[in-house]
């Protein structure tokens, strides 16, 4: 049996990750109009709010022009607001709402669902392990981008 590319492997996982999660979010009653897309940026601020949207594009891996249309979105639900800087009018910073802000203790499950369908029968240091070749893993694509723009 041939090994399929791991950016093959990588864009499976990715598949069956966003579809097992689109499940769970529709089955909870207040996350189900959150897509796993937009459930990575309200992480991203639930860790870090009121960040400008270039912190937030480097911090989600996602294109400006991408996220712009997916705040877009989130704003209109009532997930988000853009906050101009008073200091720096240019600068527009997102912010989380109260809304949103409750919506951390719900996700606290979910993630902890997926968590273990990832890691079902790994043991602790196999899971440890794991974490570590993936974060080098995207550490080195990281670099590369930087180093190809």
């Given at each position: ?27 909870e009653k207040c996350l189900e109009k959150v ?115």
């Open positions: 049996m041939s090994k399929l590319p791991v950016g093959i492997v990588m864009a499976q996982i990715k598949q069956l990750q966003g579809r097992i999660i689109e499940k769970i979010l529709k089955e897509n796993g897309a937009q459930l990575n940026i309200l992480y991203q601020l639930w860790n870090q709010d009121n960040i400008t949207i270039s912190e937030l594009s480097k911090e989600t891996l996602l294109a400006n022009t991408t996220l712009t249309t997916m705040l877009d979105r989130l704003e209109a639900q009532g997930l988000i607001l853009r906050c101009r800087n008073t200091e720096n009018r240019r600068e527009i910073r997102i912010k989380l709402t109260d809304t949103s802000k409750s919506m951390k203790l719900h996700t606290a499950d979910i993630l902890k669902t997926m968590h273990s369908i990832n890691f079902n029968d790994f043991t602790p240091e196999e899971e440890e392990q794991m974490y570590i070749y993936l974060e080098r893993m995207k550490k080195n694509l990281e670099a590369y981008s930087y180093h190809h723009k």
